[in-house]
Structures are given as C-alpha cells and as structure tokens.
C-alpha cells in the first residue's frame, strides 16, 4: 500500500477515528518539543557540574568561589544555587568552637539538599507527562481502531454479500489509529527513560559534591 492510499484512507475515515488521528498527531508533536527541550535541559545542567566541580576541585578557596557566583539566586545555575545555599548557611552563625563549626556544616549539608532537591524537581518537570503520552497513546490509538472497526461491521448489516473488497478498507482505515497510537508512544517511552536515567545520574553528581562539601566545611 503506498503512501497516496493510506493518506486517503485517513481522509475517508470515520470523523472519530479522524479525531483520534488528530490527537495522537498532537501528543507526538508536543512530546517531541518536550524531549528536545529537556534533553537540552539536562545538557547544560552536565556540564554546569563539570565547570564548577572543575573550580571547586582546584584548590581555590570557597570564599572566593562563592564571591564569584551570583548574588540573585534565580540567576544561579544549579551547582551555584547549591554551593551557595551550603556556604551562606554555613557562614551564617560564626563559629567559636569545633561544635560549632559541626552544628553550621550539618545546618548547611540540610541546606544544601533541599536546595538539590529542588533542582532535580526542575529537570524532572515535563517527564511525568512523556510517561503519561507514553502509556496513553497506544490504548487512545486502540480505541479509534475499535471504534473503525465497530462502524465497518455495522455497515456490513446492509450488504448482503460481505467481500474482502468491502470489508478490507474500513478495518485498514480503523488500524492506521493503531500505527498513529504506537508511533506517539514508542518514542516517548524510550526518551522517558533515557531522561529519567540521565536525572538520577546527576542527582547523584550532586549527592556526591554535597558530601565532600560537607566534609570540607567540618575541616
């Protein structure tokens, strides 16, 4: 069948089953703009972690690296946001001796990983609607195909003699829903994946930085 006849049997088809097209078309389109965005999303925040773990691990002293950050916070990248809610909880309260010094490095180490927290619920926005595409598309795409093929067979009660000819393009007409369906959903199950690995991946780059900074500020 070439491409001339399936794009004709989908402009023939039943205004529901058009309808269920349309829809699974749209799922696509928007899932895709949502994973190349996080994709990007998830990029810049890699290599965010690589440039500043590059400056923390290079023996320049924290007060100057938090002096080279950001004073807004909304203007801070993650890391930034991080080492900053950590270093400004620790140099709140000034330490007058070594419990003290234990007391503001565990206030900053909270600090720090609720600030973590909020970051990864940033780059895990927009995924639970990819797994929502990914698991609805196939049974929306059903139900155009069920619902082709309920039509098909109700039109049939008015033909006395039912042929293959007669039969085949209703049933073709109501699996196309079915293709539409699986071609929303094959994709955004592999990219829900693939980005929500990538999120758990740096979660743990920041769980990681987190400890040693917290170790850092105990010396």
Same mark, same amino acid.
């Given at each position: ?46 290599n965010d972690h690589k440039k500043f773990y590059t400056k923390y691990i ?27 809610a950590g270093y400004e909880e620790f140099s709140l309260n000034k330490a007058k001796t070594s419990q003290d010094k234990i007391n503001n490095a ?24 990819? /797994?929502? %595409?990914?698991?609805?598309?196939? +049974?929306?795409? @059903?139900?155009?195909? =069920?619902?082709? #093929? ?33 071609? /929303?959903? %094959?994709?955004?199950?592999?990219? +829900?994946?693939? @980005?929500?690995?990538? =999120?758990?991946? #740096? ?17």
């Amino acid at each position: 069948m070439d491409s001339l006849s399936i794009f004709s049997l989908i402009i023939e088809a039943g205004i529901v089953v058009q309808f269920v097209m349309l829809v699974l078309v749209l799922m696509s389109i928007y899932s895709w703009t949502l994973i190349l965005s996080k994709k990007k999303v998830l990029l810049d925040a890699q290599n965010d972690h690589k440039k500043f773990y590059t400056k923390y691990i290079s023996g320049q002293d924290l007060s100057d690296l938090h002096v080279a950050i950001p004073k807004v916070r909304s203007a801070r990248s993650s890391m930034e946001s991080i080492f900053g809610a950590g270093y400004e909880e620790f140099s709140l309260n000034k330490a007058k001796t070594s419990q003290d010094k234990i007391n503001n490095a565990e206030r900053a180490f909270r600090s720090m990983n609720n600030t973590m927290n909020d970051e990864l619920d940033v780059h895990y926005r927009g995924l639970s609607i990819l /797994a929502m %595409i990914a698991s609805s598309s196939p +049974y929306i795409g @059903l139900f155009g195909t =069920v619902w082709g #093929i309920m039509h098909s067979f109700i039109g049939l009660a008015s033909v006395k003699q039912a042929t293959i000819a007669i039969v085949a393009p209703g049933i073709a007409e109501a699996l196309i829903a079915t293709a539409f369906g699986l071609f /929303a959903a %094959i994709p955004a199950t592999m990219a +829900y994946n693939r @980005l929500s690995s990538q =999120v758990e991946s #740096i979660g743990n780059k920041y769980s990681s930085f987190i400890e040693e900074l917290f170790v850092s500020f105990q010396r």
